[in-house]
């Protein structure tokens, strides 16, 4: 770790993902991440023909992480398609490791917009999710 990474936590990791709709690529849908620690971060991008979205990770930097103090990081990932919402990801990241939302897996996504949401309990937190990890 370099001087420049001091203080520096990721409030989310980077993600990519594959959304289908009923085992269809899901093309064109507006697609937003939200994250909120200290600052609230708003982003926004649409899945390609394939049904793919990819969002770089994102960091802030405070001397928090390295208090002794719990840090909570909201983070949510809504799809929109066909006039309607869904929240494919939703997970109070307890970690300021990036990669640490799936114990060090980077997190690489096949979301079927149907699929129910599972729970998933990573580093002390949960990951509420419709996705699964590609292997």
């Given at each position: 770790?370099?001087i420049?990474?001091?203080?520096?936590?990721?409030?989310?990791?980077?993600?990519?993902?594959?959304?289908?709709?009923?085992?269809?690529?899901v093309?064109?849908?507006?697609?937003?991440?939200?994250?909120?620690?200290?600052?609230?971060n708003?982003?926004?991008?649409?899945?390609?023909?394939?049904g793919?979205?990819?969002?770089?990770?994102?960091?802030?930097?405070?001397?928090?992480?390295?208090?002794?103090?719990?840090?909570?990081?909201?983070?949510?990932?809504?799809?929109?398609?066909?006039?309607?919402?869904?929240?494919?990801?939703?997970?109070?990241k307890?970690?300021?490791?990036?990669?640490?939302?799936?114990?060090?897996?980077?997190?690489?996504?096949?979301c079927?917009?149907?699929?129910?949401?599972?729970?998933?309990?990573?580093?002390?937190s949960?990951?509420?999710?419709?996705?699964?990890?590609k292997?």
């Open positions: 770790m370099s420049f990474d001091a203080g520096k936590v990721c409030t989310f990791s980077s993600v990519r993902a594959t959304v289908t709709y009923e085992g269809e690529p093309k064109g849908a507006r697609v937003t991440r939200l994250t909120e620690w200290k600052n609230p708003k982003e926004i991008t649409e899945t390609d023909d394939k793919i979205f990819d969002f770089p990770a994102i960091f802030e930097r405070s001397i928090s992480k390295y208090m002794p103090m719990e840090i909570v990081i909201s983070q949510q990932i809504i799809v929109e398609y066909q006039g309607r919402l869904f929240e494919i990801w939703a997970n109070g307890m970690n300021p490791e990036e990669d640490s939302e799936f114990d060090g897996v980077s997190i690489d996504l096949d079927e917009l149907t699929n129910e949401a599972k729970t998933y309990r990573s580093n002390g949960l990951v509420m999710t419709n996705c699964t990890l292997k």
